[in-house]
C-alpha cells in the first residue's frame, strides 16, 4: 500500500499550522496515561509523529522514542526540536518485539479499512509481548476525503476493537470518547483506544 500523495501533501503544508497549534489537555492525559502503563526506560514508538509534540513528551518522561511520520515537512519540525524522527509509511513498519509501546494517535485513520489489519499484524509484531498500543481515530462511517483533501477511514468503537482483536491484541474496555474541532475547522466526535499484546510465555 502507498501513503496517499494528496493527504501527505496537505501535511507538508499544514506543518508549521500543526506545530502551532499545540495539543489539547485530553490528548496530553491520554498520553500521559499511557505511559504510565510502560517502563520508566521503555522504547516508543510514535506512529505519525507530527511535528513532534507527542514525541518531546514520551522523551521528556524518560523513555527513548521512535518519532515517525509519512510527511517530510512533519519529520522536519519534528528534527528541528532535536527529536530521532524519520519518514516511513506505515506499510515500512518492521521488526519484531522492539517497542513497549504504540501511540497510533489519529493516524491509521488516514489508510483504507481493507488495509488496517495488516497494519495492525505489522504493529502487533513490533511490540514486545505485553506491550501496550493506543488508537486515536475519528467516529463514523465511510471513507473519503474532508475540505482540504486528506483521506479518512472512519471507525465506529465496536469495529476497531474487532480488528484489534482479530490482530491479536487483548483490548482494554476503558475507552475514552469526545468531541473536538480539526484543522479544516469541522467538528467531529473521537475515540481512545488502548490495548495489550498477549504475553506468549
Known amino acids: 500500500m502507498n501513503a496517499d500523495a494528496r493527504t501527505i501533501a496537505v501535511y507538508d503544508t499544514a506543518a508549521r499550522r500543526y506545530r502551532d497549534r499545540g495539543t489539547a489537555r485530553w490528548e496530553v ?3 500521559d496515561a499511557f505511559l504510565a502503563r510502560l517502563p520508566p526506560n521503555g522504547y516508543v514508538l510514535d506512529l505519525g509523529c507530527g511535528p ?6 514520551i522523551a521528556a518522561s524518560g523513555r527513548r522514542v521512535d518519532p ?4 517530510d515537512g512533519m519529520v522536519e519540525l519534528a528534527r528541528q526540536r532535536g527529536l530521532p524522527a524519520r519518514q516511513a509509511r506505515f ?3 518492521t521488526g519484531q518485539a522492539l517497542y513497549d509501546g504504540v501511540w497510533a494517535n ?6 483504507p479499512r481493507g488495509d488496517v489489519p ?7 509484531a ?7 498500543i493506543h488508537v486515536g481515530f475519528k467516529v463514523g462511517s465511510g471513507e473519503g476525503r474532508d475540505s482540504l483533501d486528506r483521506f479518512y477511514t472512519w471507525w465506529e468503537v465496536d469495529q476497531m476493537h474487532a480488528a484489534l ?6 483490548v482494554d474496555e476503558d475507552i475514552r470518547r469526545g468531541k473536538s474541532t480539526g484543522l479544516d475547522s469541522s467538528p467531529f466526535g473521537w475515540a481512545l483506544m488502548t490495548a495489550t499484546r498477549k504475553d506468549d510465555t
Open 118 to 124: 495488516g497494519h495492525l499484524s505489522r504493529l502487533h
Open 106 to 111: 489519529f493516524t491509521l485513520l488516514h489508510a
Open 91 to 93: 506499510d515500512q513498519i
Open 68 to 71: 515517525v511520520d509519512a510527511s
Open 52 to 57: 513532534g509534540h507527542h514525541a518531546a513528551h
Open 126 to 132: 513490533a511490540l514486545k509481548p505485553g506491550g501496550v
Open 165 to 170: 482483536a482479530e490482530a491479536g491484541f487483548i
Open 29 to 31: 492525559e491520554a498520553l
